[in-house]
Structures are given as structure tokens and as C-alpha cells.
């Protein structure tokens, strides 16, 4: 869903168009097509259809490219046709072609064709694709559905096509009533920061009056600027950057949490809600998971665009929040 949540910020910011992630369900296609009509995300989208050899499903089965899935069905497949004469060229390329057929029969706007190709390659492909009925990629589409084991999808099945139909996930619509329990820090820090950070609360009032004062005592800045930075590094591992976004991430801090730094929603570099980087939950996964609690979660990537001030490293994030120098600052106050 975070996902979805930054297509949709994508289309407001200006994208013209959108290219999938590389993928064999066609399920999955369908729904990406039905989930932007449903929330009127009305731009063109390319089929992304990579190639597949051998040698690359190996590799996406493995997991190398966070996003990109084989499944085991889908490595048996590829597995029993390469070892005819051509290394299953043959299927290799016809699979492609029956992927352009389900894209272009879902109403996808063109195709983004990957892998290692030639020329003849390609016209092999539109040759096949010109060939196809109409309604051949019906079939097709029930032929490739190579979706993860427990993979989650928006719609509900329809039997009738293998594809999605109009009713949305039921068990997803029931985790939206029933979220489990946030945990105990986190439904404390968002009271503490409603009380002191808060812009027009009396805290954050009181927060301005008193950081005006130390601004101009450069010793008591120093002690209260250590005592925030050993609350915070026992709290969240912070790492001192001065302008936090803290409050943008759940209580989760993007500089020593997310391998990317990233303040602006996830970047799609994970495997199973885990970071490419390194073995840990992707923080905007648990973000999704602390917010929905409260029923914020589709608004987690509302507001402005964060960036954060490099200049202010090393310096107090309180002293920056009261005083208006971080990036909260300088934008109109987000959600």
C-alpha cells in the first residue's frame, strides 16, 4: 500500500506516465490498471515485460533485484524449457509476446520490452503479437499468474478470468477496522509531540520563548543541545542531523533506520517488506503499520515534499523546530 500511496504522490508532483515494476502475474497487472481507476490516477501506463533467459530467472529467483519476483513455479518452468536445442529461446520470446497480449488487452498504453535482445528478437515478438485473436489474451492472462505464495492483492479474485474483480480485499478491509495495538512509545511520542511540538500549542509557545532565550547563551545551548541528543539517541538512534523528520516517519528515524535516508516514502528496494541493504524491516513499511492504528495511514505521504538541510548537522533539532530553520520552517505545516 505505501507503494500505491507514492504513485499517486508521483502523478500529483508531475509523472506523465508510469511504468510498472517487472513482474509475471497478470493478476497484478490488472490490478495496478483497476486500483489508479478506482482513485482517478488517470496516466498513461507501460507493461514492463522483461525477457526472461535462464540465466535471469535464476537471478530474480534469488532474490538480487528487490521487486522482481520468480517464483519456484515460474523457475520450473523456465528450467524445463531451456534445456531444449535453443535454451528456450523459442518460449522465452513467445512468453513475452503473450505478456504484451494480456498488457495490451487490460488497456496498458504501450510496452517497455527488456533483456538481453536483438533486433530479429523483437520482431519475432510484435510478429507473434500481430498474430494472436482478440480475445487470445484472455487466456493467456489464466496462464500467467506466477504470484507469490501468500502474495497480498487490492481486489478480490475474479474465478471467472484469473483476474481482479471490483470488490476490494475483504481481509484488507478488515484490518482497516480491526488494526492490532500500536506500541506504547510510539502512541507516546505522538502525545508528547501534540503537547510540545505541536506548532500553536502551548508547549510548542513555550518551546519558542524559552530557545529564544538560549540562543543567546551559548553554554546552556550546549547542555540542553547534549541532553535532547542523549534522549534521542537512547529513544531513536538519532543521529544528530539537526532537522528531524521524526514526526513524517512514524517515530522512526530516517537517518539511522533506512539505509537510504529516505523522507519521502519507501523506494522500493525491499524483499518481503525488507530492506535490500541489510536484514531489517523497511521503516515505511512500519510506519504503514503504526499509522493505520489510527486510521492515517493512507495520508503518510501527504504534505510537502521533505528535504532535509544538510547545514543543520550537529545542531539542536528542538532549537531548529522552535525557531523555524528546519524544513518545516520553510514549508507550509504538513498534516
Request: aromatic share 12%.
Amino acid at each position: 500500500m505505501p507503494q500505491y500511496f507514492k504513485l499517486a504522490r508521483k502523478i500529483q508532483s508531475g509523472a506523465r506516465f508510469i511504468v510498472n515494476q517487472i513482474g509475471y502475474d497478470a493478476r497484478k497487472m490488472d490490478e495496478l490498471l483497476q486500483y489508479m481507476a478506482l482513485h482517478g490516477l488517470d496516466v498513461p501506463v507501460m507493461a514492463n515485460v522483461f525477457v526472461l533467459s535462464a540465466t535471469a530467472a535464476r537471478y530474480f529467483h534469488a532474490g538480487r533485484i528487490p521487486g522482481v519476483t520468480v517464483t519456484d513455479d515460474l523457475l520450473r518452468l523456465v528450467e524445463k524449457r531451456a534445456a531444449s536445442p535453443d535454451r528456450g529461446r523459442a518460449f522465452f520470446l513467445e512468453f513475452a509476446a503473450k505478456q504484451c497480449a494480456v498488457a495490451r488487452g487490460l488497456g496498458y498504453r504501450g510496452m517497455y520490452l527488456g533483456g538481453h535482445l536483438h533486433l530479429e528478437d523483437y520482431e519475432r515478438i510484435f510478429g507473434m503479437l500481430d498474430a494472436f485473436g482478440p480475445d487470445d489474451w484472455r487466456e493467456f492472462a489464466r496462464e500467467i499468474g506466477f504470484g507469490q505464495p501468500g502474495e497480498f492483492y487490492y481486489f478480490e479474485p475474479d474465478p471467472k478470468t484469473g483476474l481482479c474483480s471490483s470488490q476490494i480485499n475483504r481481509e484488507y478491509l478488515k484490518s482497516k477496522q480491526q488494526p492490532p495495538a500500536a506500541p506504547l512509545a510510539y502512541a507516546a511520542n505522538r502525545q508528547i509531540h501534540r503537547l510540545a511540538f505541536q506548532e500553536g500549542s502551548a508547549g510548542f509557545r513555550a518551546g519558542q520563548a524559552l530557545y529564544r532565550i538560549v540562543e543567546r547563551a551559548p553554554k546552556l545551548a550546549r547542555v540542553l543541545h547534549g541532553a535532547e541528543q542523549a534522549l534521542k539517541m537512547i529513544a531513536f538512534d538519532c543521529r544528530d542531523c539537526g532537522d528531524c523528520s521524526l514526526p513524517e516517519v512514524a517515530y522512526l528515524c530516517p537517518e539511522s533506520q533506512c539505509a537510504k535516508n529516505q523522507r519521502n516514502g519507501p523506494c522500493g528496494g525491499t524483499h518481503q517488506g525488507f530492506c535490500e541493504a541489510g536484514d531489517k524491516e523497511c521503516i515505511w513499511a512500519r510506519a504503514y503499520d503504526r499509522l493505520k492504528v489510527y486510521g492515517e495511514e493512507e495520508r503518510m505521504l501527504e504534505g510537502p515534499v521533505v528535504y532535509k538541510n544538510g547545514a543543520l548537522q550537529g545542531t539542536s533539532a528542538w532549537a531548529n523546530a522552535f525557531l523555524g530553520r528546519d524544513h518545516r520552517g520553510k514549508t507550509p505545516s504538513s498534516p
